[in-house]
Nanobody, 121 residues
Framework: QVQLVESGGGLVQAGGSLKLSCAAS????????MAWYRQAPGKQRELVAT???????NYADSVKGRFTISRDNAKNTVSLQMNSLKPEDTAVYYC???????????????WGQGTQVTVSS
């Protein structure tokens, strides 16, 4: 059973930075998209950033210009550099990897267990 493991969460003051990383317990081949989601208490999980196998990135409006997603295909990892953190960034952050399934309209998703990020004001 492949597991994704996030690391790098913690407590930081507003305006500070954190870098999250996500790695797999065993190598996963042919990963298409890698993404970071977050879920704040009492709220639905939301997409934060995505990066394709070719390196194209997309960000939620709330984090544009502050967060940077990157991936290392050789090491099979994805990272999220978070700068200028705000209290509203407080949430559990999850990584998700997607790889193609046996047919064109089937994908397999892998999720991490989450890492807590807390930003104090």
């Amino acid at each position: 059973q492949v597991q994704l493991v996030e690391s790098g969460g913690g407590l930081v003051q507003a305006g500070g930075s954190l870098k999250l990383s996500c790695a797999a317990s065993t190598r996963i081949f042919s990963i298409k998209d890698m993404a970071w989601y977050r879920q704040a208490p009492g709220k639905q999980r939301e997409l934060v950033a995505t990066i394709s196998s070719g390196g194209s990135t997309n960000y939620a409006d709330s984090v544009k210009g502050r967060f940077t997603i990157s991936r290392d295909n050789a090491k099979n990892t994805v990272s999220l550099q978070m700068n200028s953190l705000k209290p509203e960034d407080t949430a559990v952050y999850y990584c998700k990897w997607t790889r193609p399934g046996p047919t064109v309209n089937v994908n397999y998703d892998y999720w991490g267990q989450g890492t807590q990020v807390t930003v104090s004001s």
